[in-house]
């Protein structure tokens, strides 16, 4: 009886797939973003049916129970999964070839009988699920199901234009729970980037648990208000809500978000701010501050003048500190911060003017530069590298550091030239934070701490890799990111609002490559990606989608 019904069940699908073998499909089907490198539309579509497996091979495991999860929710069939099998006939097939060249690339191949999804890795082909996702209606993206899905055939070739694609954020100045930074690592992973830039320390918080140092996050996690609206800027005078505010991630929340990035292929750089920036931690532990304090963990934007002394004490605290954070964080990357380093401190202190006597360092420029020479050496004693803001540049850079450049593009290209790889974060094209529109229509806008603005074409505009470049000093630019400093983004709806969809442009000009960009196109396909975002009920600017 069950393989009667078997082979009806197997007769009806064929029939139906063969329903759906010249179905003429047209560019309107294919909205994918980023848009694949290499994408030739063919006719007819592949249904999803009660027979369809999704076959594999076990390094794939992970791949394809992610495949599975999002087939089955929405089409309401079970859809099985198969390491047994060898076929692809009536199914998906999920496998790993070594010819393809780039170790994220991939090749989809959907006919109205076979599906296969091809990685040169891993990440290749959870690149190529999430290309499959795109090219199924908008309405998968809720829970409810859906009768009849079909995927348009189609043959992509695909590959990133850049290794590093980016998503930075700063959960110092307003923090968010473990459950909505999860929601920005799917948000990455839909968008092909794979990159989580975490910027956990700052003036007004510290936000990661370290067990040696438990005040860090008792005393430094929390601060006694917050500036209202403009405070500071534009010559408005500070006034505090005087509400207390604070919160941080334990070691193991953490290790939870690192290994859900890893799942969706993310790797995530944890960022711990040195010299400056570091008003959180003196707080909690004064005794490796230049002036023994007091000090109170911030309540208002902007530059403090405190910063570590460069004491030895000061180096065992941040290895021990460092020491923790790499047990949590296995990515080759550790960002050291490295910006805004007033010097006013360490010109006061005998301390510091001794050393820089002592280690001929010349004036606090060198310091700021022995400072970050002396943590690389010992994360590279741990095979660790770093990355700093671009002021690392000042003074000398460490022998293997990374230059993330961010006061335009200046830094990034010093750095290259000198053959040290680069991030580009230019705030012109890169920083989220800023308003998306035009001075005469911020009054309609979220409040942001400038008049600044970046609309979404001009994030879109941007090429990571400056002219001035050599081809062989272009190599050194390893990609770009968006960075969202979150002074002004009290909600978490905030923050998707500033972000998408900059970082959906931002994607595009990661992964795809010069020759195959165009505004107009990637506009019109910004409209498609837009209904996902709605179904999933992210609060973008739909303003910068047209609406
Ligand atoms: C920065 O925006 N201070 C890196």
């Given at each position: 009886m069950r393989s009667i019904i078997f082979i009806i069940s197997c007769l009806l699908a064929f029939s139906c797939s063969n329903k759906y073998k010249d179905i003429k499909n047209t560019e309107a089907d294919y909205q994918i973003i980023p848009k694949p490198n290499k994408l030739s539309i063919e006719n007819g579509r592949f249904l999803v049916n009660p027979n369809t497996k999704i076959i594999f091979t076990s390094p794939l495991s992970n791949e394809a129970a992610y495949l599975s999860e999002m087939l089955s929710t929405v089409s309401g069939i079970n859809i099985a999964l198969d390491s047994s099998s060898k076929d692809a006939a009536g199914n998906i097939k999920l496998l790993l070839d070594e010819q393809i060249d780039n170790a994220e690339g991939y090749r989809l191949s959907v006919k109205y009988d076979e599906v296969v999804i091809a990685g040169k890795t891993n990440a290749g082909v959870f690149y190529g699920i999430q290309s499959l996702r795109q090219l199924l209606p908008a309405e998968i993206e809720a829970t409810n199901s859906i009768a009849e899905l079909t995927i348009p055939a189609v043959e992509i070739s695909d590959s990133p234009r850049y290794k590093y694609r980016g998503m930075h954020l700063d959960v110092g100045r307003n923090f968010f729970p473990a459950e909505s930074v999860k929601d920005y690592i799917d948000l990455i992973a839909m968008h092909k980037m794979n990159t989580f830039h975490w910027h956990l320390t700052e003036d007004q918080g510290w936000r990661i648990e370290i067990k040696k140092y438990p005040k860090l996050t008792e005393v430094g996690g929390f601060r006694k208000g917050t500036a209202i609206g403009l405070a500071g800027t534009r010559n408005a005078p500070y006034t505090y809500d005087d509400v207390p505010y604070g919160g941080f991630y334990t070691q193991e929340e953490i290790k939870e978000i690192v290994a859900y990035a890893a799942a969706r292929h993310i790797t995530v750089i944890p960022e711990i701010e040195l010299?400056?920036?570091?008003l959180a931690a003196l707080t909690a532990y004064p005794q490796f501050g230049n002036t023994g304090g007091p000090y109170e963990v911030a309540k208002r934007w902007g530059i403090f003048k405190e910063v570590y002394a460069p004491t030895e004490e000061t180096f065992q605290f941040l290895e021990d500190v460092l020491t923790e954070v790499m047990a949590l964080f296995p990515s080759k990357y550790i960002h050291i911060g490295g910006d805004e380093v007033l010097k006013e401190e360490w010109e006061k202190s005998a301390y510091a003017q001794e050393l820089i006597k002592k280690e001929g360092l010349g004036d606090e420029h060198g310091l700021q530069s022995y400072f970050i020479r002396r943590i690389e050496k010992f994360l590279n004693s741990k095979g660790r590298n770093i990355i700093g803001w671009d002021e690392i540049l000042e003074g000398g850079l460490a022998p293997n550091a990374t230059v993330m450049s961010w006061r335009g593009e200046e830094g990034g290209i010093a750095a290259a030239k000198q053959h040290h790889t680069v991030i580009m974060t230019p705030g012109t094209h890169c920083y989220f934070d800023y308003y998306q529109v035009p001075e005469e229509l911020q009054k309609d806008e979220p409040l942001t701490g400038s008049k600044r603005h970046t609309t979404v074409e001009k994030v879109y505009s941007y090429d990571p890799t400056p002219a001035e470049l050599n081809a062989e000093e272009a190599k050194y630019i390893l990609g770009a990111q968006g960075n969202v400093w979150t002074e002004y983004m009290p909600t978490w709806d905030i923050v998707e609002y500033r972000v998408i969809p900059r970082m959906t442009a931002l994607a595009e000009v990661v992964w795809t490559d010069k020759e195959n960009k165009s505004w107009e196109d990637f506009y019109q396909r910004l409209q498609h990606i837009a209904k996902r975002y709605d179904v999933l009920g992210y609060n973008y600017a739909k303003h910068s989608v047209g609406e």
């Open positions: 010299p400056g920036h570091s």
